[in-house]
């Protein structure tokens, strides 16, 4: 199975753009449909968006839609959140996971437990 090492995390101010990733390794990276969630201290880990295997499917949270882009790159095993206009709830711990159910080639998936590969998180802090 693939492993996940998400990057591009950082400091920002309110306004701002930044494009995370996560690159994979050690497996297929086509067979799996990939997704964003992020966890703020306190509270639980909630869904950001969601991207089928094939890429051409995507589903996004009400409070992000329309601000952040999911995308993905198979040649490069990569998975790209997109996000503009950050603002301070926005500041979280961010991951990547990798989907349990790969049958399917054009599902997308919101809840956590359809995710069964975690990456180890990247920290975004958005300063008003």
């Known amino acids: 199975q693939v492993q996940l090492v998400e990057s591009g995390g950082g400091l920002v101010q309110a306004g701002d753009s930044l494009r995370l990733s996560c690159a994979a390794s050690?497996?297929?990276?086509?067979?799996?449909?990939m997704g964003w969630f992020r966890q703020s201290p306190g509270i639980e880990r909630e869904f950001v968006a969601g991207?089928?295997?094939?890429?051409?499917?995507?589903n996004y949270a009400d409070i992000v839609k329309g601000r952040f882009t999911i995308s993905r790159d198979n040649a490069k095993n990569t998975v790209y959140l997109q996000r503009n206009s950050l603002k301070p709830e926005d500041t979280a711990v961010y991951y990547c996971?990798?989907?349990?159910?790969?049958?399917?080639?054009?599902?997308?998936?919101?809840?956590?437990?359809?995710?069964?590969?975690w990456g180890q998180g990247t920290q975004v802090t958005v300063s008003s």
């Open positions: 996971a990798a989907g349990r159910f790969t049958t399917e080639y054009a599902a997308t998936y919101r809840y956590p437990n359809q995710y069964n590969i």
């Open positions: 050690g497996g297929t990276f086509s067979s799996y449909p």
């Open positions: 991207l089928s295997r094939s890429g051409a499917n995507t």
